[in-house]
């Protein structure tokens, strides 16, 4: 962790943010070269200290994940996430088990003025603190304006958006934007818009409390450290009380750790991250292992960014040519053993709105459609094309992609396309996106929130271009250089559209820009795997991906 915190303070932008994002949680979830070297290796750290179905009611949990700080204002990755989540409340949630937006900390949606600036939310009057203190209008707008101004990794997310935060009433806030925002009330279901006392914290840049967490939800934080963490239940909860006693998290250094203590019974529920051959080594001894598996889709996705200041990716027809060699389902059976999902758009599958645009477009590894636009763009066997693909160096997935891909474009295309894989460090390689020097780079995007505009703007967006070139914004952080003024006119149509109706027509359109030029190539969506020992109840990952953890029992 050490080297990306240097990393990222090299940059002062607000498009240097999310790459960092992306670094980090793509070392976590897709970086398990060297954990599962370790494991392989065998293991290396004990096992769990008491064996799961224990009689006081509390779950266990192992994981791989780890979690760098509980700071709301901070914390930026998954897990983290996941914990703020069920230590803490927001404005808004998800209804369990769907995409449905409903208040929590709020008692009703918000009313939204006619110019769609102005956001006034009633809140809740019986929530207490962890520290004994109450909620009300000032915890919360304490905690939004500490979220904007302490700088930390996710400030951007709010500091973008609002223009003001006040305490209108006791239990009323209203917010301004400095610009319509439809997806805003998604947004105010971010893990890290939760609030906390201001008794604990304070106002400050760069004043963070990594190890503690005092807020309004249904758990206390008990005990946090590298390799466990404790949750107790908050027993002055406003909301229903939790279906278990505690939470007591054990964090392992290796996948290998991970299986073999979840095989053996030590823990309750196993989540993140096992390599491949393990999770289908679970899925095939599911029953007779006594355990359940979980598999969910997420909204995690996988693309290839495409870099049009260099040639001969800025001629479009050759951006249409690779997106019609890649053979999504090959992918997914030879790399991900099936557990993967072939995606068609940058918008994840889940999302109503999500269009296969490409696969309509493009198909998987069609090489005579390929071959025709190479051969509108110039090239033959003897002009051939060579292209680069470059993937952070430590990422035995990407690597194994990449190397998929090269076999499969060369065999369907013998002597007018050679694949050239290249690989460097991966803070090197994120540092250097957004300066153009890579042609094609594989790549991945966690979503901010739930809400179509977050797998749109941050990809077709830009704030400065000149002819199809975009100089600074989102599209150049993300290495295509993508610019449209078109698409930036659209985004910022469908971002102040309240009509949901109207809305989904305007993302359907810019979908179909992407497919028409090309600046990135879907590839994959991630799926997610959960292990539960067979007399475990209320496992689940949710629609939106957060884990509610108050939903486990036993018994």
């Given amino acids: 962790m050490n080297s990306s915190v240097s990393w990222m303070g090299k940059g002062n932008g607000i498009w240097a943010r999310r790459p960092w994002r992306r670094w980090v949680q793509f070392v976590g979830l897709f970086g398990l070269v060297f954990a599962i070297a370790l494991g392989c290796a065998g293991n290396d750290q004990p096992a769990a200290n008491a064996p799961a179905g224990g009689g006081d009611g509390r779950i266990t949990i192992?994981?791989?994940?780890?979690?760098r700080t509980l700071d709301p204002a901070d914390a930026y990755e998954t897990f983290p996430g996941i914990l703020l989540h069920n230590l803490g409340d927001r404005l808004y949630t998800y209804e369990p088990g769907t995409t449905n937006l409903v208040p929590q900390l709020a008692t009703e949606l918000p009313t939204i003025s006619d110019d769609s600036l102005t956001y006034t939310i009633p809140l809740r009057q019986d929530v207490t603190l962890h520290d004994g203190n109450p909620f009300n209008a000032e915890v919360m707008a304490f905690s939004i304006q500490r979220f904007m101004e302490n700088g930390g990794?996710?400030?951007?997310?709010l500091s973008e958006k609002i223009a003001n935060v006040e305490a209108t009433g006791d239990y009323e806030l209203t917010l301004t934007l400095s610009a319509p925002f439809a997806a805003f009330p998604a947004l105010l279901s971010f893990s890290g818009v939760t609030p906390v006392s201001p008794e604990s914290y304070e106002i400050g840049t760069g004043s963070f409390n990594p190890d503690s967490f005092v807020g309004t939800g249904p758990y206390k934080l008990a005990a946090f450290t590298s390799d466990s963490i404790k949750l107790d239940v908050n027993p002055d909860y406003w909301g229903d009380a939790p279906a278990n006693s505690g939470i007591d998290i054990q964090i392992f250094t290796s996948p290998a750790n991970l299986y073999n203590t979840f095989r053996t019974g030590g823990l309750d529920v196993a989540y993140q991250t096992l390599d491949p051959e393990q999770v289908a080594a679970l899925e095939r001894e599911e029953s007779s292992g006594g355990w359940q598996v979980i598999e969910a889709g997420t909204n995690v996705i996988n693309y290839m960014s495409l870099n049009q200041t260099i040639e001969p990716l800025d001629d479009v027809r050759v951006r249409q040519a690779i997106a019609a060699m890649v053979d999504r389902p090959l992918l997914n059976d030879r790399v991900f053993q099936g557990q993967a999902e072939p995606l068609y758009s940058l918008i994840p599958a889940s999302f109503d709105v999500a269009?296969?645009?490409f696969q309509e477009a493009y198909g998987d590894g069609n090489f005579d459609q390929a071959r025709d636009l190479l051969t509108e763009a110039g090239f033959s066997e003897s002009n051939p094309l060579t292209v680069e693909i470059w993937?952070?160096?430590a990422s035995t997935i990407r690597s194994i992609v990449a190397n998929t891909l090269k076999e499969s474009i060369e065999a369907g295309l013998p002597g007018l396309v050679t694949v050239d894989v290249q690989n460097t460090e991966g803070a090197t390689l994120w540092e250097n996106v957004g300066k153009g020097v890579y042609p094609i780079i594989l790549s991945n995007w966690?979503?901010?929130?739930?809400d179509p505009d977050t797998f749109i703007q941050p990809f077709l967006g830009c704030e400065n271009g000149s002819g199809s070139i975009c100089q600074e914004g989102p599209s150049q952080a993300n290495g295509s250089f993508y610019y449209s003024p078109e698409a930036n006119e659209l985004i910022a149509q469908q971002r102040a559209e309240q009509d949901p109706a109207t809305r989904q027509g305007i993302i359907e359109d810019l979908q179909q820009m992407m497919v028409d030029d090309v600046p990135y190539v879907p590839l994959w969506?991630?799926?997610d795997y959960v292990f539960a020992q067979e007399a475990v109840n209320g496992v689940a990952v949710e629609?939106?991906?957060?884990?509610?953890?108050?939903?486990?029992?036993r018994g």
């Fill in 62 to 67: 192992g994981t791989t994940l780890t979690a």
């Fill in 525 to 527: 969506q991630n799926k």
């Fill in 543 to 553: 629609p939106t991906q957060q884990f509610l953890l108050w939903q486990i029992s």
């Fill in 446 to 450: 966690y979503p901010d929130y739930y």
């Fill in 355 to 357: 269009e296969p645009v």
């Fill in 153 to 157: 990794r996710p400030a951007y997310l």
């Fill in 391 to 393: 993937y952070p160096s």
